[in-house]
Each structure stands twice: as C-alpha cells, then as structure tokens.
C-alpha cells in the first residue's frame, strides 16, 4: 500500500532563517506530487506541483521554492522566511491528474 | 477557471443527519470529492464521484450530485461527535493549471452532543 511522509511534524524558525520541509512517498512510481499551505483560514493555496523530476510548476510566486530531486521526494524551501510564511503545510500525491489526491500529515510552520 | 464554494460553518446535534453542501463552475469535472480534515492532520479522502453518477452511498455517507446546477452535496447519516471536523469538497479540472483538483475552502462540522 502507498504511504506519504513529511518531516518535521512541527517546527519553529525565526524570521529569515532558512526552511527545508521534506516529502516523501512509499509503494507507487511516477506519481504526481504537490505542495500545499493551509493558513488559519482553512483553505488550502496550491504551492507547487510536479508531474516529474526535476519538472515543478509554482501557483503562487513567493520566496519558497520547491524541488524533486528522486521520483517519491519532494522538498520545499526558502533562504529567508517571512512571518507570513506560518501556516500548515501539506503534501499530496495522486497517481493522475485530475484524480484523487492522499495527503501526508502535514508540518505546522511557526515563524517568528 | 474552476471556483468551488462552499458555506464556511455547519452545526448539527448528535443523532441528527448533516447536509453539506458545495457548488462548482466547471461543468467538465470529471471527478468531485469530500475530503475530512481533523484538527492538526492532514485531509483524508472519503468519498468521490464520477460525474455521470447522480448519487453514491457508502455506509453513512450520500453523495448526491446535480449536474445541470453544479451542486454537490455530502450527508452524513446519524451525526457523531467523532464526524467533528472540516470538509473540503474538490472538483478535478483536468484544462486547469492549479494542480489539477480545485478545493473549496472547507465546511467546519461542528456536532453537539
């Protein structure tokens, strides 16, 4: 069965540090990856997705960035976090696109 | 491009059947979706349906889904505290470019005991 993973949990980082949120997937090939942040009013903004390695499309510009270095991993950073950069952050596979997406656990980011 | 709405809060006593309800604009979905999200988790999918379908059970859970108005809806049948949560109903969008599936941003369910 297909598993999802992120790491860490929950984390803590002042203001202009650097961020690095990983995302990993278990027992499928190829599938589409994406990020997501949910803030405190719920709803959930689109990041980033990909569709292969090294291949990422970004919704939102911003100073995060995103990259897929292995076929199941998919990692989101930033040189400098902002305050608005806190919120919950959310990774999702789906085997298509246009199909149903499964979600990993999510990481609480607090910036500070 | 696709918008999904949905009403931002539901409160139902425990026993009672919850109606939630979500539009979409984009009559060319293919697939639409309840996810549930508990608090500090990330979202669970629940149930789909395919749009030439008009209606899905699955135990406790109805999709009823009309087409010509672009409106889905979720109930969930004899409410629980444990079905405390919020639900996110997501329409695919195939042409789109935002990821593929479009959220609404979610029905906080609230059940009184």
């Known amino acids: 069965s297909q598993t999802i993973h992120q790491w860490p949990a929950t984390l803590v980082q002042p203001v202009g540090s650097p961020l690095s949120l990983e995302c990993t997937v278990e027992?499928?090939?190829?599938?589409?990856l994406y990020w997501y942040r949910q803030a405190a009013g719920r709803g959930l903004q689109l990041l980033f997705y990909?569709?292969?390695?090294?291949?990422i499309s970004s919704e939102v510009p911003q100073n995060l960035s995103a990259s897929r270095p292995q076929d199941r991993q998919f990692i989101l950073s930033s040189k400098k976090l902002l305050l608005s950069d806190s919120g919950f952050y959310l990774c999702?596979?789906?085997?298509?696109?246009?199909?149903?997406?499964?979600f990993g656990p999510g990481t609480r980011l607090t910036v500070l | 491009g696709e918008d999904v709405e949905q009403s931002l809060f539901l409160s139902v006593r425990e026993g009672d059947s919850s109606v939630i309800n979500c539009t979409y604009t984009?009559?060319?979905?293919?697939?639409l979706y309840w996810y549930k999200q508990e608090p500090g988790a990330g979202l669970q999918l629940l149930t789909y349906i395919f749009s030439n379908m008009d209606m899905k059970q699955d135990q406790r859970l109805t999709v009823l889904l009309n087409k010509k108005d672009k409106h889905l809806s979720l109930r969930i049948a004899d409410t629980q505290t444990g079905d405390s949560a919020i639900y996110f109903c997501a329409a695919s969008n195939y042409g789109g470019s935002q990821g593929n599936l479009i959220f609404g941003k979610g029905t906080k369910l609230s059940v009184k005991p």
């Open positions: 984009d009559s060319s979905s293919t697939y």
């Open positions: 999702a596979w789906s085997l298509l696109a246009g199909n149903e997406q499964f």
């Open positions: 990909s569709v292969g390695i090294g291949q």
């Open positions: 027992g499928t090939s190829n599938p589409n």
